[in-house]
């Protein structure tokens, strides 16, 4: 029958049927490009099911090959994006990647991988030139906003402080320039007047604050991932996660129970609390109320997302805080003995905030190097 059969015309109910059951972004991608009958059968929050990726963050690779691990299908995809081509990631979120010029470092593009789309951004201000520059982008799905924020940040060498800059994907008015410090416990009022009044608006109220209460004599800003605090905004509440070390379990006093070869153990805990202050007081979970019911996905320095309640959550452990730790393993033969191998290994963990447990969920697969950490990403191909 080659030749003879024309896909474009099955019914709409079987395309919905097989589309309905594509887990993988990839895959779904795909079956929508294959003709438009076809991605008019996908239905518009398709997406939403969408569980999130580990991706590897290498700050010095601008080949534009971007690698992805889906924990839920267990495979690997390697990536080409064009448009990264000579640039760096610099910040994820809203399934976009922030690419940076490796030889112009204000000039940026944002990017989303899966659908090769790019947009670029306006230049970066001239005090993002000569520094390291990060950034994120917030999801309108799970901010409620009208549009992608994109936030760039940096702190020069030898300076206490640094610069925050916001801007509003595809705002010709270019970006919104505040201090770092004012920042982060404060995201969503920020956002919500760049999106009313604009850039401009919004960086003059910030000078006229600054220009009255001044900043503390010796203040040390904070920049994500630093003491181990991580910011989390959900529902228009501001927390913050910090990561917490551990001592190792003596065998037999480790909550899950004795240590035996093979069986590593993530050697940390999280707590929530209200201010970004090292000594702060915890919070406990039961008074956080918005992030009942939630996912948390905890990357290395970089604020954290959260996945609401909903049932895209199906396999995840609600109320627990995602995150990735090398673990010390030990490779067991099949005689029980231990045998050679790599004594590290990278591992998929959750921290249960209720239970106050940590488990690990499975080891990554591949050769995973220490000086390129993975990072969560949740692929998408609506923006």
Not at 350 to 362: F, H, L, P, Y
């Amino acid at each position: 029958m080659e030749g003879s059969l024309d896909w474009t015309r099955l019914p709409a109910v079987a395309l919905r049927f097989v589309s309905e059951r594509l887990a993988d972004p990839q895959d779904l991608v795909s079956f929508r490009a294959a003709c438009p009958e076809w991605r008019q059968t996908v239905p518009e929050d398709a997406h939403q099911r969408f569980q999130p990726w580990i991706v590897e963050s290498d700050r010095h690779d601008d080949s534009g090959n971007v690698l992805f691990y889906s924990p839920v299908s267990g495979d690997y995809h390697l990536i080409h994006v064009a448009a990264l081509e000579g640039r760096r990631v610099a910040g994820y979120g809203a399934g976009l990647l922030l690419g940076i010029d490796t030889d112009d470092d204000l000039s940026a593009v944002l990017v989303n991988p899966l659908t090769g789309e790019s947009t670029e951004v306006p230049r970066l201000p001239e005090c993002f030139h000569g520094t390291p520059t990060y950034g994120f982008a917030t999801d309108p799905g799970m901010t409620g906003e009208s549009e992608v924020v994109v936030v760039v940040y940096n702190r020069p060498a030898g300076q206490a402080r640094g610069r925050v800059a916001l801007w509003r994907r595809r705002d010709a008015a270019g970006w919104a320039t505040v201090h770092s410090e004012t920042f982060w416990m404060r995201m969503p009022q920020l956002r919500a007047r760049l999106l009313t009044h604009g850039p401009r608006v919004l960086e003059g109220e910030e000078a006229a604050i600054a220009a009255v209460n001044g900043h503390a004599p010796g203040h040390v800003e904070w920049l994500p991932g630093m003491r181990g605090a991580h910011v989390i905004e959900h529902g228009g509440q501001v927390r913050v996660l910090v990561r917490l070390e551990q001592p190792v379990a003596i065998a037999g006093d480790a909550p899950e129970g004795p240590v035996s070869p093979g069986d590593p153990l993530p050697r940390l805990s999280f707590e929530l609390r209200n201010t970004l202050d090292a000594d702060g007081e915890a919070v406990d979970w039961a008074n956080a109320p918005e992030l009942h019911g939630t996912v948390i996905f905890q990357s290395p320095d970089s604020s954290c997302y959260v996945l609401p309640a909903s049932d895209r959550l199906v396999g995840l452990s609600r109320n627990c805080v995602y995150f990735l730790s090398w673990q010390r393993q030990e490779v067991v033969d099949e005689d029980g003995g231990v045998g050679d191998g790599n004594p590290f290994g990278y591992f998929l963990c959750k921290w249960d905030m209720i239970g106050r447990v940590a488990t690990v969920v499975e080891k990554v697969p591949g050769d995973w190097q220490r000086l390129k950490p993975g990072r969560w990403f949740l692929p998408t191909y609506k923006y």
